[in-house]
């Protein structure tokens, strides 16, 4: 399973991007999917999931509201639309699959496949 993510970017505040995440095969077919980031200095930290349905979503408080996780089956690829972007959400956005049959994982461990990492850097 590979996963590639891609869309990152250097955005001012209040600006949006859309950062997307292309599987080989049919990787997310019947996994739940994620999202995570890391800023500089710090742990990687939990920002969305989509449940395998995809009829589920889950957001971390600090992005609610402003970011949305779809999948797009057709295409193969996961998508975190982020709207009204903050300098605090920049950061290295990694896409993940959800282990087994988890539903909305959000611990790093309820992953287990990652992409490689885009960035997002958001000006004040």
């Known amino acids: 399973v590979q996963l590639q993510a891609s869309g990152g970017g250097l955005v001012q505040a209040g600006d949006s991007l859309r950062l997307s995440c292309a599987a080989s095969?049919?990787?997310?077919?019947?996994?739940?999917m994620g999202w995570f980031r890391q800023a500089p200095g710090k742990e990687r930290e939990f920002v969305a999931a989509?449940?395998?349905?995809?009829?589920?979503?889950y957001y971390a408080d600090s992005v609610k509201g402003r970011f949305t996780i779809s999948r797009d089956g057709a295409k193969n690829t996961v998508t975190l639309q982020m709207n009204s972007l903050k300098p605090e959400d920049t950061a290295v956005y990694y896409c993940?699959?959800?282990?087994?049959?988890?539903?909305?994982?959000?611990?790093?461990?309820?992953?287990?496949?990652w992409g490689q990492g885009t960035l997002v850097t958001v000006s004040s």
């Open positions: 993940a699959r959800g282990r087994g049959s988890r539903w909305l994982p959000r611990a790093n461990d309820e992953y287990d496949y």
């Open positions: 095969g049919r990787a997310f077919s019947g996994y739940a």
């Open positions: 989509l449940s395998w349905s995809g009829g589920s979503t």
